[in-house]
């Protein structure tokens, strides 16, 4: 059975860090694209940051977190973080995991984890 598990998520205030992760099983890590997603009340879901390929450090993040958040990869650990930084209050959402098979695209998502930013 293939899970996505996130975690690292809470209360933060404006300016702060946190460091959420994604921690996979039941499928072989190396053969899926990961990126992260959120979705704030009210709003649709936006593609917050994506590592395209399983090696290597091409990445891609959403306008409004590039240069704040940083995706990566433990391959051997099976788990893909999101390392966010000068989080912002406009950055409170439930944030997901998500998982597309590289050549099947059949595709998995996490159960979230919140993230709140407020003084």
């Known amino acids: 059975q293939v899970q996505l598990v996130e975690s690292g998520g809470g209360l933060v205030q404006p300016g702060g860090s946190l460091r959420l992760a994604c921690a996979a099983s039941g499928l072989t890590f190396t053969n899926y694209a990961i990126t992260w997603y959120r979705q704030a009340p009210g709003k649709e879901r936006e593609l917050v940051a994506a590592m395209a390929r399983p090696t290597g450090s091409t990445s891609n993040y959403a306008d409004s977190v590039k240069g704040r958040f940083t995706i990566s990869r433990d391959n051997a650990g099976n788990t893909v973080y999101l390392q966010m930084n000068n989080l912002k209050p406009e950055d409170t959402a439930v944030y997901f995991c998500?998982?597309?098979?590289?050549?099947?695209?059949?595709?998995?998502w996490g159960q979230g984890t919140q993230v709140t930013v407020s003084s």
């Open positions: 998500y998982a597309i098979h590289l050549f099947t695209k059949i595709d998995y």
